[in-house]
């Protein structure tokens, strides 16, 4: 899924090269939640951004961009950031046995910055949610109220470079005929039965994704390459709830999980190699 990790690497580069203005950062970031803040998770890391320690008092969006300048040095003529999207059992590109690794897989998505190595640090996103006992509705899954960055010193780590966006593109047209053989067998199993159409249910989950902006220097084909990861991706969300209900038997639903499986890994390459050409497509301009 698009993510804040990746709304906060491609617009808060795009200003540090030049190409976009402090505001542009902030308006990306209120689409996931109304009020941002940032906190040091360790001394070294509040001695490399400024950040208050060992008060840890929550700074707003605007120290949360000198944070990143901060942390991304100046006079660079490349990207000084890279995302993470870790999973279990693969946790490419974070420091091994650190606090910053377990809670960057519990997140699902980091953004490491690093003008020198030695000096990394890593974010990681979470949500603040209002207290539940101030809601009309105690049952509706309430909006987030913020979301809360903290900020880790994370030294020798290092963005990673993204696959080759030719061959991340072979991949994903791949990926797209088998998730479409995926998505066609599930709904002929689910045809007669009350379960909705799958491909409408893909397309509610494509559009709730196009809300977020990118910045106007993205290369055309990085942007392909995030419209398909976004429809497999929607392809992988729908079929994985709907595989238990519109299958008739306990082989049917392990063979279209195994089907669907792999291109979850295909996703993530993809969308790591696409967001890798955003961000250095803002240098050069």
Known sequence: MWCPSVSLSVWANAWLAGAAAPDDVLDALSLWAPRHSVTAYDSVAAGRTGLPWPDLTDSGAVSLLQTLRTGAGRGG?????????????DVRGLPAGTQFQRDAVTAGEALIVASDPAEA??????????????????????????????????????PMEGLDLGEAEYAMR????????????????AAGSDIED????????????????????????????????????????????????????????????????????????????AVSAILHSAWKH
């Open 174 to 189: 791949s990926a797209v005929r088998s998730a479409a053989d995926a998505l066609g067998a599930l709904h002929a199993e």
């Open 198 to 273: 799958p491909r409408s249910l893909v397309e509610q989950v494509v559009e709730s994704e196009r809300q977020h902006s990118i910045p106007d220097h993205a290369p055309t084909r990085a942007l392909r390459v995030l419209d398909n990861a976004a429809y497999i991706d929607a392809i992988i969300t729908v079929s994985s709830g709907l595989i238990p209900i519109g299958l008739n038997s306990s082989a049917d639903v392990q063979t279209a999980s195994e089907a669907l499986r792999p291109l979850n890994g295909v996703v993530r390459s993809a969308r790591l190699a």
């Open 121 to 158: 640090i890593g974010l990681v996103p979470d949500y603040d949610y209002p207290d539940l006992d101030d809601s009309d509705d105690p049952d509706a899954a309430p909006d987030p109220c913020g979301m809360s960055w903290t900020v880790y010193s994370v030294p020798g780590a290092k």
């Open 77 to 89: 003529s490349s990207p000084a950031m890279g995302v993470v999207l870790p999973v279990p059992g």
